[in-house]
């Protein structure tokens, strides 16, 4: 019995396109080897007719399945009309208004992307301008992208090499009851892990905290799904330094958790929300979401500030 996953036609393609393509790629690509020839709802098949179910739904981007029907279709018809989105259109006020109707009360200014940390170092812009500071807290575990902005907020040595980063970040302890960086037990810890992120932030900080950007369930991490009482205190710990809290839902939002989005889990609304992957089912978009004021904010608010 063979061990190996790809047959002959995904070898050859995998390795054509090795010889062109820059190393670096998905780490699963490329233990794999497989080249995909279609999806059909939870469904690939890869070019030697074989099939896998795809338990990470695409990278947790196809939430409504591969190739859906209604997607395929949608995606079409607007192909064959227009495709450059910078103007307003029928589409695109549609797309708005509908998500307008599943948003929180208050959160309500949406401004759109095309990818997932473009939109939070967006937010983080966003922050800023609304408070006219400029550090943020992010959380061991975290990821957030990895593009320039983001990069100091990734909470795991994938950022080695990379340096030197930008300042004003402060990472601190994420819930992680299964395993708890403190070694202690929930519920009988009372949280520690707030009390120890309060000291750090307080002994590190210039007194300019922007933001506190949070994961409600970090996915990069191992899927770490903390106590519903914690975001409460995260809400708490902004609250205290006077910042924005920040919710990527890049992979919690549309669904993946049983709720539409992922803070609904805690009832704790964010003031600025992040949205992407299964936003467009596979569709290259993402968006900020925020309220009248903070998303009024300037420098934000001036033409060509906020958009990408």
Known sequence: MSEEI?????????????RIIAPGIQRLATLAGIAMARGEGAVLEDVDGSK?????????????GHSHPAWV????E????LAVGSFTSEARLRLLELLASVLPEGLRRVQLYSGGAEAVEAALR???SATGKFEVVGFWGGFHGKTGGVLPLIGDPFKRGWGPLGGGVHLVPYADCYRCPLHASYPSCGLGCLDIARQQVHAATAGAIAAVLV?????????VVPPPEWMAGVRELAAEFDALLIADEMITGFGRTGRLFGFEHSGVVPDV?????????GFPISGVVAGEDTASALPWAKPSASSS
């Open 73 to 76: 279709r949608a995606v079409t």
């Open 52 to 64: 896998y179910i795809d338990f990470m739904a695409g990278v947790a981007v196809a939430s409504i």
């Open 6 to 18: 790809a047959g002959p036609r995904s070898r050859a393609l995998f390795e054509a396109e090795q």
């Open 78 to 81: 607007q192909a064959q009309r």
């Open 273 to 281: 929300m992040t949205i992407g992957k299964g936003f467009g089912g």
């Open 126 to 128: 966003l922050a800023r």
């Open 215 to 223: 994961e409600p369930m970090q996915g990069t991490a191992g899927n």
